[in-house]
Structure formats: C-alpha cells, structure tokens
C-alpha cells in the first residue's frame, strides 16, 4: 500500500496549513507564500480538491486579471484513526486531516494476548473514539450514519520489525502469535479504508524529526523505555533497510554488558544493559523494590543513587553503541525519547559518550536531546504516515 515514503508531503502540509489559517485563499497566494512554481501549486491543490480535503467555494476579488477561484479547507472532511501498541497499553487518537489529534486516549492491554484479541480490542477502543467525535462535530442532531462518519484511513505503530510492503511484523520478539499475522489486512477488513502499519520507534522518528526546529535532512531517534528501539531518517524518509530491520540497535555487543544472556539467544547485547526492563532487574538485584521502568525513572527522580548510576551506565553504553552510527551517517539530530529520556543523567551519559566517541566534525553542530515531541510522538507518526497515504493519491 503506502511505499518507502512514509511522510505526509510537505507541499501538502503547507498548503494546508496555509488555507486553514483563512488568510490565504488562491492557488497564487499560495505559491507566492511558498515560494513555488504556480504549477506545482496547482497539481498539488488539484490532487488536495480530487480527495475532498479542499473546496473551491466560489470566486475572489480581482487584482487585475481573471477572477481566483476561492480555495478553503474542508474541515468536516474527515479523519483518521491512529493507535500506537506497546507491550501493555496502546495509545489510541482519533486525528484530522492536519495531522492533529483531535482526542487521544491509553487503552490498556497485553501484547502477548497476540493479534486476534489485542486487534480487536484496539478496533473496539477506535471505533467508539470516531462515534463520540463524529457525535461531537455533528452537534446534537442524532448522526444518521450510526458507522464511522469520514473515516479516511487507520494507522498502527507495533513494537517489532514491520514489513511495511506485506502489512505484518517479522520475527517480533516477546510478541508470540504476531510473527506474519495479516495485521494491516485485518484493519483493512474491519474499517474498510486504507490502514499502514509502522514500527513504533520508525513513526516517533519521523514525528521528531518534523517536529525539530529549525528544519533538518537527517536525524537518529532511540526510544530508550522497557525496550530500546532506533530510527532513522534521511533526506526525511524514514530508512528501513533491504528487508525493514534498519535502526535495530538493541541486540549490538557492548562490553559493559558483560556476556549476559540476551532474549535473542546471544550474549552481551545492549539489551541486557540499557534497556528499561533490563534496568529493573539490576536495580532490583542491588536490592531495591522496583517493578517497571516507570519505578526506576521514579527512583532516579528523587535523586536515588543506585537508580542514578543503573541510569547513567545505561546512557553511556548506549551513547557507546551510537557513536559508531552517528560517525558513519552524520546526521543533524540525536533524539531521545522514551521514558528514560526524561532522565537527565541518562540524556547526559548519551551526550558525553557522542562527543568522546565522534570526530569533531560530526559533532560541531549536532543536536543531542530529548526528542521534541513526547507521549504522542507514535501517534503523531503514523498519523504522518496514513495522511501521506490519503492524501496522496497519485503515490497509491
Ligand atoms: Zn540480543
């Protein structure tokens, strides 16, 4: 379905942004606002018109010549529903066409229920979210549609290797029953719109890198939380590799890991050191009551030293592991996200292995940070990416 491109295009974004401002109501005032070819303005509104999401509403005031025809965002066109799945809760969002969630809520689950129950469970969550919105946007008349209103499309994050082109996960670990189950298909089959399914850490990678200010070409994401997972995107396309493995950082050998056995039957993975459940079982092997990440995080909060330094070892292995990655590709970002990302000392250990590990050129004008977006950057992500889908039609 959607291809290697994965990000709502830009033109489209902008020109969208643009009319929903009110300002801006002709496809001249558009190109002149970005800067464009009046062609490309116009194929681009053109395709915009043929989906619904703009409407000509009559003509302008002449500034000489023929008439502009008004151009304005059709707001009641519709939207998508998103959901973001991690091993136990998802956050589920209904979006607009902008890309805005319009209502975001955490459904609590388990993954390891595998894909029958957990899809439906997620399908029942998103299906009363569009009730209540499309209730809300149609005031108190009762919707003659008792369905799903403008639905365009859905999109789901999953926490393992996505093979985007079959719309299923390949060999996910801690997942039992998702190896290759038709999880897009399903979605396809319960809604009836288009759906693209994404990696968790891919969709936050791309929600960061086109939330970073200034703008930027390249960047590397690692959600460090209960597991560590990796993104990257060039030229602002999200690289997934020959067979969508690309950015899989959690099983690299770190020599602070020390031989332990790792989930993926080696040893000495980054996994068994810097990821958060990882975290728990060391934390709670020096002899503190910990059971999630979230408790570690808490701990290191309060300033807890043996949390601090569990935290701190786990930033510098994984800036260790990074520092080859950000030297061969060069990026303009390093962004942290997960939950230890709002750890300081974490943030910090990562930074300082960057800088000790990297040629100075790499590093001179590399952002380093948490990630600019927070709690919904998945959901934001596979917005971006079933928008691209939808909105794009001459790509389908
Ligand atoms: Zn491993």
Redesign the pocket.
Known sequence: MAGGDNTIDPVHASIMTLLATGQITSRSDIARELGLAPSTVSLRVNELIETGIIVEAGTGRSTGGRRPRVLELNRTAGHVLVADLGGKHARVALVDLLGQPRQVEEVELDITEGPPAVLDRLATALTAMAKTGDSRTRGPEPSSDPGLGDLRGTALTLPGPVDVDHGWVDSPSRMPGWHRFPVRDWLVERFGVPCVIENDANAMALAAHHAHQPSIRHSIFAKAGTAIGCGLVIDGVIHRGSTGAAGDL??VRVAAADHRA?????AG?L??IASGSALVQHVRADGMDVHTTTDVVAAARDADPIATTRIRSAGRALGETLSPVVNFVNPDAVFLGGVLSVVEPFVAAVRSQLYEGCHPLVTRDLYIGQSPVGIDAGVLGASRAILDHVLTPALN
């Open positions: 959690t099983h790792c989930s993926c039957g080696n993975c996994e068994t």
